[in-house]
């Protein structure tokens, strides 16, 4: 890997141009990064979209590991200097939440490697895992709070519509923890990486649009059971009649059921 570059001297030969209103932390261990990059498994000739490179952290490293490394960039000074520091790189100035992929990461085998910013990177990410035609792997840097909402497991604080939207439709592992010591300069929450492999989503039939609709609805209101919960969005007649056919429990929360359970409810409520 090339020598490693502090975000500090980065900074400096930017003139302190980095605009804070983006949220902008930069990773300063080059180790983490390293991680990054081989639990990414880029080899040469991968094609690579990177949102959000700032500096240049982890673009340096994949372009080192061989990547065909197209980068997304919002500010445009930011965007400036990458195309200063990384000719070689494809950049693609503009919000990544709006960027043409048909047109901009056409085909399929994409790998995502990126530390996402912590505004738009939940959202971002649901968006392009339901995508397994493009994208074979996103492995990305989040909040931590955030990581451990996709993770977690039935009946725990953390689990929620998120956790059950995206197992629905990627595998998921915990790459490593990132402390806030690790950046420059030093977010105030912790971060991690998770690497997630889409797939089509296996909802029995059942369109993704309505089996989203009910499971926001079991969580809408944690406090209240699964019944009343689900009966905000549907007759209750109709709540009851599909918990009589799924063998459901309608007093337990949403948060006590499973993936199995969710798809078992979303067929038996109406589109």
């Known amino acids: 890997m090339s020598e490693e570059i502090h975000p500090?001297?980065?900074l400096k030969r930017l003139e302190q141009r980095a605009r804070r209103r983006f949220g902008q932390h930069f990773l300063a261990r080059p180790g983490i990064v390293t991680r990054i990059v081989r639990a990414a498994r880029v080899e040469p000739g991968d094609r690579v979209v990177e949102v959000g490179p700032g500096l240049g952290i982890l673009t340096r490293a994949l372009l080192a590991a061989g990547a065909d490394l197209t980068a997304i960039e919002l500010d445009r000074d930011m965007a400036e200097f990458i195309r200063e520091e990384h000719p070689d790189v494809r950049l693609i100035e503009g919000d990544a939440m709006r960027v043409n992929l048909d047109e901009e990461l056409p085909g399929s085998g994409w790998k995502?490697?990126?530390n996402l910013p912590y505004n738009v990177g939940t959202r971002l990410m649901l968006n392009w895992v339901d995508m397994p035609d493009r994208?074979?792997?996103l492995t990305v840097m989040l909040q931590k709070e955030v990581v451990d909402r996709i993770l977690a497991d039935p009946g725990t604080r953390a689990y929620?519509?998120?956790t059950v939207q995206m197992r629905a439709r990627a595998k998921a592992r915990m790459i490593?923890?990132?402390p806030p010591a690790a950046f420059y300069p030093p977010p105030k929450v912790d971060s991690a990486v998770i690497q997630l492999f889409p797939h089509v989503p296996d909802l029995g039939g059942v369109p993704s649009a309505h089996f989203d609709r009910v499971v926001r609805a079991a969580f809408s209101?944690?406090?209240?059971?699964l019944r009343n919960a689900l009966s905000a969005l549907f007759d209750r007649d109709v709540v009851d009649a599909a918990l009589t056919q799924t063998g459901i429990d309608?007093?337990?929360r949403g948060e006590m059921l499973d993936l199995d359970a969710?798809?078992?409810i979303s067929a038996q409520l109406p589109e």
């Open 8 to 10: 500090r001297v980065l």
């Open 112 to 114: 995502v490697v990126a």
């Open 135 to 137: 994208f074979e792997s």
């Open 160 to 162: 929620g519509s998120l």
């Open 176 to 178: 490593c923890a990132v």
């Open 221 to 225: 209101q944690r406090r209240k059971t």
């Open 250 to 252: 309608g007093q337990i």
């Open 262 to 264: 969710f798809r078992a």
